[in-house]
Each structure stands twice: as structure tokens, then as C-alpha cells.
DNA sequence: TCACATTTAATTGTTCGCAATTGAATATGC
DNA sequence: GCATATTCAATTGCGAACAATTAAATGTGA
């Protein structure tokens, strides 16, 4: 018996790479949801804490080189967060370019609620830590390799 | 010397195997981009215009199955797609509350078009088709784990 | 110095993505 | 047969994501 078509055609939704990762990224937003529900948090908003939970007081441009995001996406969601009283927003008064974020004390406090987020994505995963770290090593580099031709 | 801490650190952004997956979507939906644009599709429509290439006069309902996307975001994509005259949607005479979307034959005729973008992908990604394979397999069953989840 | 380019955020407009609700059609239990 | 529950798409509102543009500050070269 030939095998089946479909299982070499390049656009079968369930050959597409792209799809698998597009597809796994909501399925993770939706297992964080309900996490960063009880820290009044979005995914975006969180993953722009783990940067400000590492180093402080950086320009939003920083934050967006870490993340792949412009500020398009990210003067928004500052303004959410220094809403929420979780980071200040002060213009630099070495470069008035510049937009300085910094975390207040609740945003720093938050830090521990947050402790207990990354082990229940863990147990959602199903899956041993050194397999997840293999996993996200591949692509990230993937990512790279994509980020690379973009810039041509 | 002592490891860096930081290579353990749970709450490390670059450990995150989330943020490698929403990362890596963005830099696929960035290369995707100039590509879908002279199909005069985003890369959500390109996803449904997938599913449907594989089969025609098919409901919202299994459309959102297959994409893990609900009502809230394919009805007005569809709607714009049929502004494009790429699908039309009628109302199912045996169950009115369905919403049959079929392609028109531009809606068709634009698959050959899109067989340019696999491979224009496949070369982006620098990297072997064995490689993908393997990778988008384990990347779907992570998905899945995690769709299993959420279902509790 | 002064014209010009570059850098940086902010803004605007379009398109997702999803929760929550609505309303209509259909199925089910009694 | 009829009340009730379920299913399905549409709608609303909010938060990303990004392209394109704007505006202000800074850097550069002649």
C-alpha cells in the first residue's frame, strides 16, 4: 500500500511546523491564564515582570530587545502595569528619549506570589525538567535561525 | 566555581520554555509576513484557508476545532475573508444554527499560489525537513499534554 | 554652527484572541 | 407535548501585536 498523500503534503495543517508552535503557544496561555489570574497579571504582562524582576530601571527599549516586542505593544501595556501600581514610568534626564521603568514595591513584591507559577506549568507539561529544557533549547534556536533571515 | 544561580532560577525568562514558544510564533508569524501579504492573507487567514483547501463546506465550529480558535475570533476573520472573495458562508438548511463556509473559486485557485510558501519557510528555517518533523511532533504532544489540562 | 540623520517613545489603525453574554435553533427528559 | 438544557454563531469589550507615522531628543559631518 502507497502511503497516504497527505503525509508529505506541504500544506496539511498537521505538517506545518509553524502551526505546532502557534498552536502549543495558545495552549500555554491558556494553562497560565488561570495562574496569572490571581496575580492580575496577562502572559505578555508577565513575561515583561520576569524581565523587570531580573534587572530594574531599564529604558523600554530594553524590554523590547529581551521580549521581540516595539513599543507599539509595550507603551501600552506599561501604562496597564503602572496602572496597576506595579511599575513607574519616568522619562531618563540623561537621555529624555528615554523611558525609564522601574518597579515599585509592590512590583518587586510580587515577585513572590509569582514563585508559584513556574512549577504548575511544569506539572501541566508532563514532562521531566531536562526534556522541557531540551525542547526549549531547540527552538530558541529555531527562533534565532528565523530572527536571522528577518533582518536581511 | 559554583554554577550561576541563575541557571536554575525558575522564574529566569530565558528558562522558560513558554517564552521560546511565543517567541519563536512571533519570529514565524515576522517570516511568514512579506510572504502570506502577496497572498493578500495574514497568517490566522492562511491557517483557515489550510484547513479548508483540505475540505470545503465545513461549519465555523470545525474550523475552531482544528485551530483551537473559538466564534469570538473566526467569525469576523471570515467575515473579511469573504469580503476578499476568498469563502462564502451560508447558514446550513439542516441545522440553521450552523454556518457553512465554503471557498469560492478564487478561494481555490489561491492554493496554488500558496505552494511557493512552504518551501520559502523550510529554507527560513535552516534546518533539515527530518529535523522539523521531529520537532513539530514533540512540540504538538506538549501541546496536547497541556490541552489536557486545561479540559479539567 | 547648522543641516541632516538617527534614536526613542508615543500614536493610530487594523487584526487577532478570548471571556462573557446573547439569541436562535435543536435536542432531551418527563 | 412542553419545559428545560444544549449547541452554535454572533456580539461586545479588553488586551495584545505590529505597521506606519509622528515628534522630540540626540548624534554627526561638513
Redesign the interface.
Known sequence: MPRKL?ALD????D??????????????N???KPLLDRLGLT?PQY?VM??L??RDDVPVKDIGE???LDSGTLTPLLKRLEAAHLVKRTRSSEDERQVLIALTPQGHAL?EK??S???S?LA????SVSE??A??D???A??D??????GE
Chains 1, 2 share one sequence.
Request: hydrophobic share 55%; proline share 5%.
Open positions: 497527505s506541504p500544506l496539511r495543517l505538517n506545518q511546523i509553524c502551526f505546532a508552535v502557534y498552536s502549543a503557544a495558545h495552549a500555554f491558556r494553562v497560565y502572559y513575561l520576569l524581565v524582576w531580573e529581551k521580549l521581540f515577585k509569582a514563585r507559577v513556574p512549577p506549568i501541566a507539561s508532563d514532562c522541557l529544557v525542547m526549549k531547540e527552538i530558541v529555531l527562533r535561525r528565523l530572527n536571522a533571515v528577518i
